[in-house]
């Protein structure tokens, strides 16, 4: 796994970090940088600009959350005072949820609990609600878009003026399945085929977790959200149970489960809205 900053377009750089094996990307401008993501605690973020060193990295002067989870959004604090851009309802999210959050992260990651008591939950103060344009250096634009409910109901995805690079957050991962815990599966395809129709065939599509590649790794994913939707469609109407449509899904066996349940909860109108 890269311990290092890959350049994936003109002074965008990616860095893989072993922890969630998590990508943060960076956008370097003369004057200012912009940051995609913060991480889980205010020590994984000052890593984060540890590590922009190595880039000779002009101060961090935006921060940019994905979405609301507490991996993308804790360490937002160490950042300030950059303003921090999300969609509404991430601010919202991380509000609402934040210290729930942070008590679940505890008890799957024991080992950071005292660091995650020491998280200053500060929310996106940028919100918007379907797109924002952002000036680097009053020059280079950064593009966030929400492109419909996913992996939550608040992920954006950001583009760079002049990289052909998409940023595609919790939308996409790449070698794990993706989680739909918190996530609308009945909308994940039609929001992962507008995210496909803004990739090229040499677009570089920068995941949130897992490596970054290609359009066809889109595609790919897009077959396993449209599976977890028609296995659950047969569920809901009837045909068969849950553990039937299970082998259908292109998931590990024992990650199956948990989307197929999820999208027939939504289709049975019990994730509300
Ligand atoms: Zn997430």
Redesign the pocket.
């Known amino acids: 796994m890269a311990t290092s900053w890959t350049e994936i377009g003109e002074r965008v750089f990616v860095r893989r970090y072993a922890f969630f094996d998590q990508n943060i990307v960076v956008v370097l401008g003369r004057e200012e940088a912009l940051v995609l993501d913060t991480r889980t605690t205010p020590g994984q973020a000052r890593e984060i600009l540890d590590d922009l060193r190595e880039l000779g990295s002009p101060p961090v002067g935006i921060v940019v959350n ?2 609301g ?1 507490y ?2 959004a804790f360490g937002n604090s160490v950042f300030r005072p950059a303003p921090i851009w999300g969609h509404e309802r991430a601010a919202e999210m991380i509000r609402r949820t934040g210290d729930r959050q942070r008590a679940g992260a505890a008890v799957e990651v024991p080992e950071i609990a005292a660091e995650l008591a020491e998280v200053v939950l500060d929310p996106p103060d940028r919100t918007f609600r379907e797109v924002a344009t952002i000036c680097l250096d009053d020059e280079r634009e950064v593009e966030l878009r929400y492109l419909g409910r996913g ?2 109901d608040n ?1 954006i995805i950001l583009r760079v003026d002049g990289a052909d690079i998409l940023c595609a ?2 939308l996409l991962e790449n070698g794990a399945t993706p ?1 739909f815990g ?1 996530g609308y599966p009945m909308d994940w395809p039609a929001t992962a085929e507008a995210l496909l129709a803004l990739t090229g065939e040499r677009t570089v599509v920068v995941p ?1 977790h897992g490596d970054h590649a290609g359009r066809a790794f889109v595609e790919s994913q897009l077959v396993g959200f449209r599976a977890v939707c028609d296995a659950a469609r047969r569920v809901v109407a009837g045909e068969a149970s849950v553990e039937d449509v299970l082998p259908l899904v292109p998931y590990p066996a024992d990650a199956a489960l948990e989307p197929v349940e999820r999208a027939v909860a939504q289709l049975r109108g019990e994730l509300g809205e």
Do not use: K, Y
Request: no cysteine.
């Open positions: 994905s979405h989870h991996d993308h992996h939550t992920d957050g919790d989680f918190h949130g």
